[in-house]
């Protein structure tokens, strides 16, 4: 039986100011290994494993960033368990800092996120008239003030994340491993891909998080779901339930059904859409242009408005459980059958308003 040792590896662009432990993989500020592999060369007499140790020294010297290291059997064990605590934080980096774009200013490890810088020359009829650079993808590193450190483990979303990378798969609910696989996934989308790939994986990542069998009328069931989490009219609104009658997103069974009442509605002139429904359907239709139709950059926008959504809903999904106790997807299909999500529709939110639509929608 192969023995378990900690490996340690660079987290590119990314600063603390402490020790940092999410998970099990525990983060280290830039200078923390290099300390470690001198305070091990002090101590030691062997010529080969002072030669050794220098070398190790050497190169953590060259890494001018922070370090995570995960126990492990094997380099690509360790690599697994750690991008699943660097995905939990980047969410969390998006989370404490919501009016930020963090899209070219994110962490990982090599391999997973990097940058470039590209020489361009320019001509006109075979004379050279200008040229230049461009940076690719990151194009710069973060660091979490200590703030954030100290304010991670009282967060109760980020707790409940933490506590479910600490336990192993099989004694994982149903929700800690649809969270723990769908934040993993989402990481993957970053800006070192083009956007329609970035789409893609986010609706998969949705999917993941609030999907089920069969696949017939999931899109449906998903954007259900999360409308029912993040539908405010304004902060402090409660979800639909007793005070607040569902409206027929909820209720109606089917996309189908969902159409035909908009068109109903907007027939009688009456408010019609609702972007927290809408928004998640937008984005499986995305998806599904990029994988049947060859949609490119040019037919697919709104990217960044895609991520925000699924990381509001993601966040949202997260407080609702932490707060509840919910083990699994039933649990919340049973609580918005109880706001009246199976009953007779309601009519539309007021908040609906906004976003009115056409029989195209």
Not at 297 to 320: C, F, K, P, Y
Not at 325 to 343: H, K, N, P
Request: hydrophobic fraction near 45%; aromatic fraction near 8%; charge should be negative.
């Amino acid at each position: 039986m192969t023995k378990a040792r900690r490996f340690h590896f660079p987290v590119l662009y990314l600063h603390i100011p402490d020790r940092w432990v999410v998970g099990e993989v525990e983060f280290a500020p830039e200078g923390t290994l290099l300390q470690a592999i001198e305070a091990a060369r002090a101590t030691e007499d062997r010529a080969t494993r002072q030669q050794f140790l220098a070398v190790l020294a050497e190169r953590a010297g060259a890494t001018s960033c922070a370090t995570a290291s995960a126990c492990a059997t094997t380099t690509d064990e360790a690599m697994e368990v750690i991008r699943g605590s660097i995905a939990v934080l980047r969410l969390y980096q998006r989370a404490r800092h919501r009016r930020i774009d963090f899209d070219r200013q994110t962490f990982g490890l090599p391999g997973d996120i990097g940058s470039a810088v590209v020489d361009h020359w320019e001509t006109e009829h075979d004379r050279f008239v200008g040229g230049g650079l461009m940076r690719l993808w990151n194009l710069g590193s973060f660091t979490f003030p200590a703030e954030d450190l100290r304010a991670f483990p009282a967060d109760r979303r980020f707790n409940y994340l933490d506590q479910a990378l600490r336990r192993p798969i099989g004694d994982r609910t149903d929700f800690e491993e649809r969270f723990l696989k769908a934040i993993r996934f989402m990481e993957r989308a970053n800006s070192m891909l083009e956007d329609p790939i970035r789409v893609v994986l986010l609706a998969a990542a949705l999917e993941l998080l609030l999907g089920d069998e069969p696949m017939k009328g999931r899109a449906h069931r998903v954007a259900r779901r999360a409308a029912y989490l993040t539908c405010r009219e304004e902060p402090g609104l409660p979800r639909h339930g007793s005070s607040r009658p569902a409206c027929f997103y909820l209720a109606a069974i089917s996309r189908n059904e969902v159409e035909a009442e908009m068109r109903r509605l907007r027939a009688a002139g009456q408010p019609n859409a609702c972007s927290f429904y809408l928004d998640v359907a937008d984005l499986s239709a995305d998806r599904n242009a990029v994988l049947h139709e060859a949609a490119g950059a040019d037919l697919i926008e709104g990217r960044s408005h895609h991520q925000s959504r699924v990381d509001e809903i993601i966040l949202t999904t997260l407080e609702w459980v932490a707060n509840t106790g919910a083990g699994g997807l039933r649990d919340l299909d049973v609580e918005i059958e109880a706001a009246g999500g199976a009953a007779a529709p309601a009519p539309v939110c007021a908040v609906s308003a906004k976003a009115e639509v056409t029989d195209g929608a």
